[in-house]
C-alpha cells in the first residue's frame, strides 16, 4: 500500500489483532476501504479487519467471517468506530460512497461493520442496539 492510502491506514492498522499478522486483502475491498477514507477525509478508527481463523474463532467471529484473511480467505471486512452520531452519519456517508453493501451500526458499542459482499449482493443495513 502506497501514495495516499498512507494518509488514511497503515498495514499495521489492518492486519489481525491476535500477532499473527495475517493481512490478505480482496483487491475490491481495498480500492472500496480506501475510497470510503478519502471521502471521510481523515482516518477512521479501525477496531478489526483482517482475522486469521484462530482469532476470528476467539473473538466470536461467525465462521463465514467477511473478516477472515489467509488461505483461501481474503478479508472483505472492517470495523470502524465512532465518537458520536454526528460521526456515525459521516462514517456512513462515506462507506456508502464507497460502495460497501453490508453494513451493521452496534450502536451500543460505538462501531460499524462494513463490508463488501459480492456485486450480486443486495444491500442490506442493519442497526443493532
Do not use: W
Not at 64 to 84: M, N, P, Q, V
Not at 95 to 116: G, R, T
Request: one cysteine or more.
Amino acid at each position: 500500500m502506497t501514495g495516499l492510502s498512507q494518509i488514511f491506514f497503515r498495514p499495521s492498522d489492518l492486519q489481525c489483532k491476535c500477532g499473527c499478522s495475517s493481512m490478505q486483502f480482496d483487491s475490491c475491498f481495498l480500492t472500496a476501504l480506501h475510497d470510503a477514507c478519502y471521502s471521510y477525509g481523515k482516518k477512521f478508527n479501525f477496531t478489526s479487519c483482517a482475522r486469521c481463523e484462530t482469532h476470528n474463532t476467539k473473538v466470536g467471529g461467525v465462521p463465514t467471517s467477511g473478516h477472515l484473511s489467509g488461505g483461501k480467505h481474503f478479508c472483505r471486512a472492517i470495523d470502524i468506530y465512532f465518537s458520536s452520531d454526528e460521526d456515525l452519519y459521516a462514517i456512513l456517508s462515506a462507506v456508502l460512497q464507497a460502495k460497501f453493501n453490508f453494513i451493521i451500526v452496534y450502536k451500543s458499542l460505538n462501531f460499524v461493520h462494513c463490508e463488501l459482499k459480492n456485486v450480486e449482493f443486495r444491500p442490506r443495513f442493519l442497526i443493532v442496539n
